[in-house]
């Protein structure tokens, strides 16, 4: 299936391998992935090839200043025929969401997002709704020197397992887009090579995968070594171990392993880590990003060996 998928992607995708088998990590992971970067550089075009490459219910939802909680949740209406209050079901309600430009909502319309990501259900006027299965959200955004973006929320970043910039492409690539995507879009010729049902059961596979306990303690380290670093004011949480496993085990399945090794980890760490840690601002000319401070700590932590 992961193969399936990473080429029907990558017709669409030209020239960012790499970008299109992190966004097969996180779904075989059960987890939502968040894209960044500058517009133009097909951000939206991968949440859309993912969404077309699997048989189930899509949901775009575009986020503006102006949109309301309720917009994506739903809202309860008054049905004068019943004399009773009707549920309608917002975008949330499908199996793959893409949230575009999300950091162009208020926080407060952001917010509503969280209850749906971790628990995969949402509570209106007292009644808690069941989204349906599988639900992933692959959301945008735009780096926050826009004109016209909103900060995300700490809590809102920690629920994306992974965070992927698509980057500008390679000249190569750029003239292939243009022979490929000049004349017609080619979305319009994708089709899906999965169903949900096949990506339920290939998360299962994804679970099994065996784990020794020295590369556990190996996520662990990485993952407190954020919470004590001096460049950091803000380090991973709790959850962030959990996911650099979940996202760890999907590598090695999609590598055909049935075990971890300690590349799977390191090489996922920056995109799991990285959008979950807020670098002080007076270490920011020295340390870099927070990217290059996570890679920083990935090094400095020793892998562990066959013994």
Do not use: W
Not at 19 to 43: C, N, Q, W
Not at 132 to 156: C, K, R, S
């Amino acid at each position: 299936m992961a193969d399936r998928l990473t080429a029907n992607v990558g017709a669409v995708i030209e020239g960012k391998p790499e970008t299109v088998e992190m966004a097969l990590v996180v779904l075989l992971a059960g987890g939502h992935l968040l894209i960044e970067d500058v517009p133009g550089v097909g951000k939206t075009m991968l949440a859309r090839a993912l969404a077309c490459s699997i048989d189930g219910s899509v949901r775009r939802i575009q986020f503006t200043p102006d949109l309301l909680p309720g917009d994506i949740t739903g809202v309860a209406v008054f049905n004068p025929q019943s004399r009773a209050f009707d549920f309608k079901p917002g975008g949330v309600f499908a199996n793959v969401v893409i949230g575009d430009e999300i950091n162009r909502a208020s926080p407060k319309t952001q917010s509503a997002l969280l209850e749906a990501m971790e628990e995969h259900h949402v509570s209106v006027d007292g009644t808690t709704h069941a989204l349906p299965e599988p639900f992933m959200v692959f959301a945008t955004q735009n780096p926050i020197e826009m004109q016209g973006t909103y900060p995300l929320p700490e809590a809102q970043r920690d629920r994306f397992m992974a965070c992927v910039s698509m980057g500008y492409p390679s000249r190569e690539a750029e003239l292939a887009m243009l022979d490929h995507h000049g004349a017609a879009n080619p979305l319009d010729d994708l089709i899906a090579v999965t169903d949900g049902a096949e990506v339920l059961a290939a998360r299962e596979v994804v679970r099994r995968v065996y784990v020794h306990p020295a590369l556990k303690a190996y996520v662990v380290d990485m993952v407190a070594a954020t919470r004590t670093h001096a460049a950091l004011r803000l380090g991973a949480s709790p959850r962030s171990s959990l996911q650099l496993l979940r996202a760890g085990r999907a590598r090695a399945a999609m590598r055909g392993r049935g075990f971890l090794i300690p590349e799977d980890v390191s090489s996922l760490a920056g995109a799991v880590l990285g959008h979950r840690v807020l670098v002080h601002y007076r270490a920011q000319a020295t340390e870099g990003s927070a990217a290059q401070v996570v890679a920083e700590i990935v090094r400095s932590i020793p892998a562990p060996r066959r013994t």
